[in-house]
């Protein structure tokens, strides 16, 4: 409060000050404000510039400034709306154009990102930041041929950018062209080992956690790989010790170590996600042999008992991410269309903060069941959440790590992609070569989730109907 009043009564002093005798003032205004923004005082740099733009709607520097700090603090719709304004200020503004699009792409607002982006690369072609971004969000946006004509430019002009490689990686994995991904992994770094023409008889080879638990959980399958040549399998789980108690079911894994742990002894080092560099893989060769993890069968008989008076079709949902803003979140009223369906129960998979024994959907016709505030709790990560899916008949997910659990305990499992997908699920595809079993549903446009799950909801009559 102190520091609103401050900065009124500062605002009306400057009033009278500011005048046709003294223009200079708010380039004063902005020194100062340049001077805390140097020292890491943004808050107070932003007062500073406020000010100076306040006071002088045509200064594009304030606007430029004051944009560029918002940026940084991470305060995007702020920025946004000032950068729009030096856009107008001066439409041709190579880092108005620049600052606006990055406020935009920070929103998740791609398409019209790549289209500032675009206009800024028209007015100066040499900036390598212009370059990256509209290779980036074209890669983004699926316009692939655009993507990797750029990326390829951008690396012949500037060999030593490590991010263009990583985008072309990026974009050949999405595309399913595996080979020419890993060129382009080697060409950014990537020294994973390549085992397929090692002996790996007695060698120990070690597995190192990267990713979320997903995707641990997704590409723990290539131990298998280095296993079937004989391989002793070491799975350093740092940063993700708490799913030792699940992958401990898994049978071609030999020994877990936890952070911090000695791998001097290891023939191999590796990350998991490497599998398609270190195993020469392609689209065809991917290992599905599933299911590879496993439910505890005393978690499952459990909640057996806890699922058995309800004769329903039994669906698990999961529907949010590891983030609020995260583009594969769904509302969870979304789902409230497949509630239409009649004969069919819903059940949450994700853990409960409070004693509350159903989600607030807004719908009261829409009733997703929780299943107790102890869930996946006592028993390990993702222990119950494994026992419980194997109890239900069908499981509807984002993609998340409860979709490549599903996926790897071999379960039916519809997940529902955002448009702005990982190279994974590559392009168009309605099945995925990870998990024979999974069905995909992609959204059309970011932000608009209801076409796709119309779709859920007609694959679902149809498959109540022919079960």
């Given at each position: 409060?102190?520091?609103i009043?401050?900065?009124i009564i ?7 000050i500011?005048?046709k005798?003294n223009?200079?003032f708010?380039?004063?205004?902005l020194a ?6 140097d ?15 306040s006071?002088?709607?045509?200064n ?7 944009a560029?700090?918002?940026t ?7 920025a946004?709306k000032?950068a729009k304004k030096a856009?107008?200020l ?6 108005a154009l ?6 935009l ?11 500032f982006?675009?206009?800024a690369?028209i ?16 890669l983004r ?7 990797i ?10 060999p030593?950018?490590k991010?263009t ?7 050949y ?6 080979p ?5 992994q080697?060409?950014a770094?990537n ?6 023409k ?16 997903g ?6 399958r290539?131990?298998k790989?280095?296993?079937d040549?004989?391989a002793?399998?070491i799975?350093y789980s740092?940063?993700?010790?708490c ?11 030999d020994?877990i170590r ?11 080092k590796?990350g ?10 392609t ?20 909640w057996q008992?806890?699922f ?5 079709f039994?669906?698990?949902l ?5 983030a609020?803003?995260d ?5 969870i009223?979304?789902?409230a ?11 949450s998979?994700?853990?409960?903060k409070?004693?509350?024994k159903?989600?607030?959907?807004g ?7 929780r ?5 996946d ?11 419980v ?11 998340t790590s409860?979709?490549?659990l599903?996926?790897?305990l ?7 992609l955002p448009?702005?997908t990982e ?5 168009e ?6 998990y024979?079993?999974?069905k ?11 076409p796709?799950?119309?779709?859920v ?5 149809e ?5």
């Amino acid at each position: 409060m102190k520091r609103i009043i401050l900065t009124i009564i500062t605002s009306l002093l400057i009033s009278t000050i500011v005048t046709k005798e003294n223009p200079n003032f708010v380039y004063q205004l902005l020194a100062n404000g340049k001077h805390f923004e140097d020292k890491g005082d943004n808050n107070k740099a932003i007062d500073y510039y406020t000010l100076a733009e306040s006071y002088d709607q045509k200064n594009i520097d304030a606007k430029l400034l004051l944009a560029s700090v918002l940026t940084e603090k991470k305060e995007y719709q702020k920025a946004e709306k000032i950068a729009k304004k030096a856009t107008e200020l001066q439409p041709k503004s190579f880092k108005a154009l620049m600052l606006y699009a990055e406020a935009l792409e920070h929103q998740n607002q791609i398409e019209k990102a790549q289209r500032f982006y675009e206009q800024a690369f028209i007015i100066n072609s040499h900036s390598r930041k212009a370059w990256h971004k509209v290779g980036m969000t074209a890669l983004r946006q699926h316009d692939f041929a655009k993507s990797i004509a750029i990326n390829k430019y951008m690396d012949l002009a500037y060999p030593g950018l490590k991010g263009t490689k990583i985008n072309l990686s990026i974009a050949y994995l999405t595309l399913g062209n595996y080979p020419e991904a890993v060129v382009w992994q080697k060409k950014a770094g990537n020294n994973a080992p390549l085992l397929t023409k090692e002996n790996l008889n007695g060698k120990k080879v070690a597995f190192y956690a990267t990713g979320g638990f997903g995707d641990t959980m997704h590409f723990i399958r290539y131990a298998k790989l280095a296993k079937d040549k004989g391989a002793y399998i070491i799975i350093y789980s740092k940063g993700h010790g708490c799913l030792k108690k699940l992958i401990s079911n898994c049978p071609f894994i030999d020994e877990i170590r936890e952070h911090p742990a000695d791998l001097s002894d290891a023939d191999y080092k590796l990350g998991l996600v490497d599998g398609i560099l270190s195993f020469e893989l392609t689209v065809d060769t991917i290992p599905a042999d599933i299911p590879y993890l496993f439910a505890d069968e005393k978690l499952v008989k459990k909640w057996q008992t806890k699922f058995e008076s309800d004769k329903n079709f039994k669906i698990g949902l999961c529907w949010n991410g590891s983030a609020a803003a995260d583009l594969r979140s769904i509302p969870i009223e979304s789902f409230a269309a497949l509630s239409e369906i009649p004969g069919i129960s819903f059940y949450s998979l994700h853990m409960n903060k409070d004693d509350s024994k159903t989600v607030d959907t807004g719908n009261p016709n829409f009733i997703v069941n929780r299943l107790g505030k102890d869930f996946d709790k006592k028993n390990g990560a993702f222990m119950d959440t494994a026992a419980v899916m194997k109890n239900l008949n069908l499981i509807i997910t984002i993609d998340t790590s409860i979709a490549h659990l599903a996926g790897a305990l071999g379960l039916d499992v519809w997940t529902i992609l955002p448009f702005e997908t990982e190279w994974r699920w590559m392009l168009e595809r309605k099945d995925t070569p990870w998990y024979p079993q999974m069905k995909l549903f992609r959204q059309e446009k970011t932000f608009v989730w209801k076409p796709v799950i119309q779709e859920v909801k007609i694959a679902l009559k149809e498959h109540m109907k022919n079960r």
